[in-house]
């Protein structure tokens, strides 16, 4: 588990538990990261092993050819994009770009945005989500918020919402863009797992338009599964927009590793279908399994994660024993170390997660 300053931690630490129970990295089965357990796509590995050949030239500042394939992939112009070093430095960029006094965000909800905003030294008002109806978020209860909160100029919201799985309805997003619109307010939306959601939900990227107060955050990084390679962008059409994230933009945010890939990653088409084939069969199939767990409330979910709840505490580190690593929620505002957030994985990983928590949570029954 990695603990940030702020007392944020995140998934993925594979060493350091492997360190802990003396045994190799690739012995832990990890539950805790959200990434695409297909790896990264092998029909590209010749065009990252070339990519090394410009090692020791510096990759054009503007990125024309990257900000162009993510252009034709979305039909978009590429002035409409801009790109960097992970979708956490694209969002830093976006909220640094609109001075704000007070900003919203969701509870629970990713928290590096409330680490960033605070930074800065911007006031994070909360829109609390509730267990009761499955966390999802209300948009006219939200604009009701924003109305009563004329100190509120910039909201961050996640579509889908990490830990809770939830997507916000297309038309629903409308409507809090046309209020963002008519009351000068700016929406950054995060985007990063919408890609990976079963039966293909739509991105709001199709429906911008020039007058939308809004900045579209997108990363390569969980479905490619290049964690270590970083590549993030961001999308907005709304001119003002532009102008005021290109103040905020770093020289050279992304390596020429990283440029070339993105340049590339569209064409894997194969490993595309291959992504989208195994989320729509093992994502509801890893849901059925974890509902018949009488000791655990899991809640539905449209992407590659579940939240759920367990009134054993200590879950996490009992999956430890058993070298799985699963994702505790103790962090996120609106939580407690009650809930748990796991990855979709493969058929037999996934199987295996199952059958350990009814083997240790059985034993406690």
């Given at each position: 588990m990695i603990f940030l300053q702020n007392g944020i931690h995140h ?184 890609d990976l959601t079963i039966d293909g939900q739509s991105s709001f ?161």
């Amino acid at each position: 588990m990695i603990f940030l300053q702020n007392g944020i931690h995140h998934g993925g630490n594979i060493e350091k538990i492997a360190n802990q129970l003396n045994v190799p990295p690739e012995d832990i089965k990890d539950f805790s990261a959200n990434i695409n357990p297909l790896g990264f796509p092998s029909d590209l590995w010749n065009v990252l092993v070339q990519s090394f050949a410009n090692i020791e030239a510096y990759p054009n500042p503007g990125y024309p050819d990257l900000k162009a394939a993510i252009a034709e992939h979305f039909g978009i112009d590429s002035d409409d994009v801009f790109v960097g070093n992970g979708a956490t430095e694209v969002l830093d960029e976006a909220i640094r770009a609109e001075k704000a006094t007070d900003a919203l965000v969701l509870a629970p909800t990713f928290g590096e945005y409330e680490r960033l905003f605070k930074r800065i030294g911007v006031n994070v008002h909360h829109y609390q989500l509730h267990e009761d109806n499955n966390f999802s978020c209300s948009v006219s209860k939200l604009i009701e918020l924003l109305k009563a909160h004329h100190e509120i100029t910039v909201l961050c919201l996640t579509s889908p919402n990490n830990p809770t799985g939830q997507v916000i309805a297309q038309e629903d997003l409308r409507k809090l863009v046309d209020f963002c619109n008519s009351h000068h307010r700016l929406l950054i939306l995060d985007e990063v797992f919408i890609d990976l959601t079963i039966d293909g939900q739509s991105s709001f990227i199709n429906r911008l338009i020039s007058d939308d107060r809004v900045y579209v955050i997108r990363a390569a990084t969980k479905f490619f599964a290049i964690p270590g390679l970083r590549l993030g962008y961001c999308i907005t059409k709304n001119d003002k927009l532009k102008e005021l994230i290109r103040i905020q933009e770093n020289t050279w945010s992304v390596n020429g590793i990283a440029d070339v890939f993105g340049q590339n990653m569209f064409r894997a088409k194969r490993y595309i279908e291959l992504t989208h084939q195994w989320l729509n069969v093992q994502q509801p199939a890893l849901y059925e399994a974890l509902q018949k767990i009488p000791q655990i409330k899991v809640f539905p979910s449209v992407t590659n994660f579940f939240l759920f709840k367990c009134k054993d505490e200590n879950l996490r580190q009992k999956l430890i024993n058993h070298h799985i690593l699963i994702r505790q929620c103790d962090d996120y505002v609106g939580l407690g170390p009650q809930f748990y957030r796991i990855a979709v994985k493969g058929p037999q990983d996934n199987v295996l997660l199952v059958n350990t928590l009814k083997q240790i949570l059985g034993r406690e029954a």
